[in-house]
Each structure stands twice: as C-alpha cells, then as structure tokens.
C-alpha cells in the first residue's frame, strides 16, 4: 500500500516510464522532421553517400545515439522516395483523416 502510494507520487512529479519515453521519442522526432528539408533536397546518389558516411563515422567511434537523426531522416526520403507511403497519407492528396479512430486522428494531426 504504501510502495503504491511512492509510486503514483513519483509518477506524478517524474512522469510513468511510459511518459518519459514518450518525451524522449519526441525529441527524436523532432530532430530527425529538422532535417527533412536539407535530407530531401538531396539526390539519389547523394542520399547513398549520406549512408556510407554515416557508416564511416560509426566506424570512427561516434555514437549510433549521435547519427540517429541523420540516419532516420535519411531512410524516411528513401522510403518515401521509393513506396511513397507519407503521400499515400496526404490530404491534399484525397486523403481524409476524418474516416480515423479519434486516438489515430489525433496522432495524424500531430
């Protein structure tokens, strides 16, 4: 009983795990949306050469935490390059994000 009461206690000044991760992953969102514009002005060949100088810089010591945003934004252009899934997600493109559950709404309009 006790142990319960510390921990909704905690949990309210610190945040549930869940929440602090959720911040976390938050904040890498929004490192890797930062560099969208620079990632998708890049060619093909030039998206290739961001891949293997990432690779170099793993190889040389640097952190996966510390090229993560540049990696993720750099497989989000391909993906979107080559399936084109966050088209597919478009309302300027037909789609209607009214015909989402509101918890699925809400997320797309964040």
């Keep these: 009983m006790v142990v319960n009461i510390i921990n909704r206690s905690l949990a ?9 991760l959720i911040k976390a992953y938050r904040e890498r969102v929004i490192a890797i949306n930062a560099l969208e514009s620079s990632v998708r002005a890049l060619t093909d060949s030039q998206l290739r050469a961001k891949t293997a100088e990432l690779r170099e810089r793993l190889a040389k010591g640097e952190s996966e935490t510390a090229v993560l945003p540049e990696a993720f934004a750099i497989m989000r252009e391909a993906m979107d ?21 509101a918890a699925s709404r809400e997320l797309f309009m964040e």
Excluded: A, M, Y
């Excluded at 309210?12 to 602090?20: H, L, P, Q």
């Excluded at 390059?81 to 559950?101: A, Q």
């Design 12 to 20: 309210k000044v610190f945040g549930s795990r869940n929440d602090r």
């Design 81 to 101: 390059r080559h399936i084109g899934l966050r088209n597919v997600l478009d309302p300027r493109r037909n789609f209607n994000p009214e015909l989402l559950d």
